[in-house]
C-alpha cells in the first residue's frame, strides 16, 4: 500500500498472521529494500509467532534512489507510515535493520512503541568506534531486541540496560550467516 508522507509517498508491504497479537513495523538498511534476507527471516519468524508485520520501503527507495534521505525526512515518514499502518487493539513493535533500526529507535517514544527489533544496529560507522551511536540506541525506554552479526564492522552493541537484550548470531552486517539464529531469535523474544 503506498502512503503519503511529508516527503513523498512510502510503501507497507502488508504480511497478515492468523488473529493477531501485535504488529511488527520493520525499515530496510540504507542502500538496501524489504526484500533482505535478514527482514525475511524476522517478518517468517513473526508471522508463526502470531505478529502481522508491515515492511516499510521509505520515499526515497520508492522514487528508486540508493542514497538515504537526511534523519529528519526518515523519522518523518516513518512516523507518517505508523499512523497509517497502526492497528487499534494491537501491540506495536517498531524496527528494522541497520539505518531502519536507528529510525525506529530514534522514533520509538513518539511512535508509542511497545518494543523495538534491531537487526545489525550499525553502532559506529566501520573503522570509526569513536563516532558512536549508541545514544539511539540508548534513548529507547522500552524492551529492546538487538540482534548482531559477530563480527560486524559497524561494532558490537553492549547489553544495555535492563530492557535490552543482545543476541550475538554467527556472521557480518548482513546477518546472512545464520538466518535461522536470526528467526530464532525474533521468535523468542516475541
Known sequence: MEIDTPHAPARAH???AGDPRALLVLGHGAGGGVDAPDLKAATEAAVAAGVSV????????????RSPAPAK?????????????RRPGLKLITGGRSSGA???CRTASESGA?????????????????????EELDAVSVPVLVIQGESDPFGMP??????????RVKG????KADLEAVASAVRSWL
Open 14 to 16: 502488508i504480511v497478515e
Open 54 to 65: 508491515a515492511l516499510v520501503e521509505q520515499p526515497y527507495r520508492v522514487a528508486g534512489r
Open 73 to 85: 525526512q526518515l523519522d518523518a515518514a516513518w512516523l507518517a507510515v505508523i499512523e497509517a499502518v
Open 102 to 104: 536507528r529510525v525506529a
Open 114 to 134: 511497545d518494543g523495538v527489533i534491531c537487526l545489525a544496529f550499525p553502532v559506529h560507522p566501520p573503522g570509526k568506534p569513536e563516532k558512536t551511536r549508541l
Open 158 to 167: 553492549p547489553d544495555g540496560p535492563g530492557n535490552r537484550t543482545v543476541v
Open 172 to 175: 557480518n552486517h548482513g546477518l
